[in-house]
C-alpha cells in the first residue's frame, strides 16, 4: 500500500512531452504544442484541476478511483504495479464507517 500525491506540474509536462510529438494534432482539434504552451504558462505550484483544464482531461494530472470512478489526486494504492487499485480518500472514508 502507497500513499498517492498530486504529480507536480513538472512531472506532468515532462510526460506530455513524451507522449506527444511537436505539432500533434489532439482529437479535439487543438495542437499538442498550445497546450504544452498553456501548461508553461501555469504557475509552479498549479492545482490538479487547473492542469486538468488545460490538457481537457482529468487523466494526467489526477488518478481514477476504482471504486467511485470519479477522478482524484489525493489517495492510496493498494498492491502493486499491474495488480494495483487506486481509491480516493472520499471512499476510504466512506469505507471505515462500514
Ligand atoms: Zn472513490
Avoid at 507522449?19 to 501548461?39: A, F, K, P, T
Amino acid at each position: 500500500m502507497r500513499k498517492l500525491r498530486p504529480k507536480s506540474l513538472k512531472e506532468i509536462v515532462e510526460m506530455y512531452k513524451k507522449q506527444y510529438d511537436e505539432n500533434y494534432q489532439l482529437w479535439d482539434g487543438r495542437c499538442s504544442n498550445d497546450v504544452l504552451r498553456e501548461l508553461l504558462a501555469l504557475p509552479p505550484k498549479a492545482s490538479s484541476k487547473q492542469i486538468s483544464d488545460v490538457i481537457g482531461n482529468g487523466g494526467w494530472a489526477q488518478h481514477v478511483c476504482a471504486e467511485c470512478s470519479t477522478y482524484f489526486s489525493r489517495g492510496v494504492a493498494f498492491g502493486y504495479d499491474a495488480e494495483e487499485v487506486l481509491v480516493c480518500y472520499s471512499c476510504i472514508r466512506k469505507a471505515l464507517k462500514l
